[in-house]
């Protein structure tokens, strides 16, 4: 029977398992998910090629491996992750003007794939930004070097866009924000909502019964930052 050949990924993660064993041979798969900084049950399911690795993690796991160059990029291939220089990070970090007006945001999701272009009203219907109010933004936006106008039609600059996957920031000590954006299908939101409702269970066990301490306001949304409009 003919052996079916690993993807890259998964090759190295075996290939340092077993490395690390040759340099002690007590060396185990727990000791293994802790240096990546996985859970055990994790590790073992992505090494049976039974699952892919968390998305938050392959970065951290692509340091821990120290991947350079043309071996780090057929890594992150093999996981369907561009390479760095085919992607434009949008972050809080370096760009947190944009995060004052989803708007700026709604109409970048739209070109996370850099073949992807459309015209001005084609983003209008998307994102349901009124044309007037959208010229502003695609005129910031490029202006940004983030987008481009090419015979007519808005497109990326030639890189794939990429949210980062947790923008963080505290103003002050007892206030904290988190926000992330990903793509989710309908049987993934679904699946989202139920983890949320068992998140509130969760929150709601910390509230002091006695009404002692501060009085906090946790907020949590999800919301589309593009429709297709039919």
């Not at 007590?26 to 699952?51: E, H, M, P, V």
């Not at 924000?177 to 939101?189: A, N, P, V």
Request: net charge positive; glycine share 4%; aromatic share 8%.
């Amino acid at each position: 029977m003919q052996r079916t050949l690993r993807p890259f990924f998964l090759q190295k993660l075996h290939d340092e398992f077993k490395y690390r064993k040759s340099l002690n041979r007590y060396f185990s798969l727990r000791q293994y998910a802790t240096f990546l900084d996985l859970n055990s049950g994790t590790l073992s399911a992505i090494l049976a090629g039974k699952r892919s690795l968390p998305t938050h993690k392959i970065d951290s796991i692509v340091k821990k491996l120290n991947l350079k160059g043309e071996e780090r990029k057929e890594f992150l291939l093999s996981l369907n992750q561009p390479p760095d220089d085919d992607v434009l990070e949008i972050s809080l970090e370096n760009h947190s003007s944009l995060y004052s007006n989803k708007e700026y945001l709604a109409v970048l999701s739209l070109f996370r794939n850099k073949k992807y272009s459309a015209s001005k009203k084609t983003i209008a219907n998307k994102t349901g930004i009124p044309l007037d109010n959208l010229n502003p933004i695609i005129d910031r936006l490029i202006s940004e070097q983030l987008l481009c106008i090419n015979e007519g039609d808005v497109h990326s600059v030639g890189k794939n866009i990429h949210f980062a996957r947790n923008n963080t920031y505290v103003r002050h000590p007892a206030k904290h924000h988190s926000h992330i954006m990903i793509s989710l299908d309908e049987r993934k939101i679904n699946l989202l909502k139920r983890k949320l409702q068992r998140f509130w269970s969760d929150v709601e066990k910390l509230h002091h019964s006695e009404n002692q301490g501060h009085l906090y306001q946790i907020t949590l949304s999800i919301a589309p930052m593009s429709l297709d409009k039919t």
